[in-house]
């Protein structure tokens, strides 16, 4: 998403919540984490991302927010986090939202290139990186 970055009127939200992670063994699930221990974990993420050719750059649009686990009844039924729960239970969404509040995209996980094609078509761009 970095050509977006500078010359359209785009905002990202990255939402990062929990996830199985590499150290975890075959027996476990999710790998319970604080508040701060997934804030240092997304921002070594990003981190590393800047080193990745065409990876995370610092640009001014993006925002990083770090999601807790909800209660024990809603990790029962659905993913665990308040906002995944919240949007429906999936895991990785995506969702383009209009200046009006309107969801004109809601993305699945399997093809995060949706996210680029349909800002492609609103700003008249190649999708692609």
């Known amino acids: 998403m970095e050509k977006y970055a500078n ?9 990062y919540g929990r996830e199985r992670h590499p150290e975890a063994t075959d027996n476990q ?18 981190w ?37 729960h919240m949007y429906g239970g999936r895991p990785q969404g995506g969702y383009v939202i209009d200046l009006d509040g309107r969801i004109i995209v809601n993305q699945q996980w399997e093809r995060p290139e949706q996210i680029d094609e349909a800002l492609a078509q609103i700003f008249g761009v190649e999708p692609g990186l």
Do not use: C, K
């Open 7 to 15: 010359d359209y009127p785009v905002l990202f939200v990255d939402i």
């Open 29 to 46: 699930g999710f790998v319970q984490e604080s508040y701060n221990d997934r804030r240092q974990r997304a921002e070594l993420m990003l």
């Open 48 to 84: 590393t991302l800047q080193y990745v050719e065409n990876g995370v750059r610092d640009v001014n649009n993006r925002i990083l927010l770090i999601d807790e686990d909800g209660p024990e009844e809603i990790r029962t039924v659905t993913y665990s986090t308040w906002v995944t």
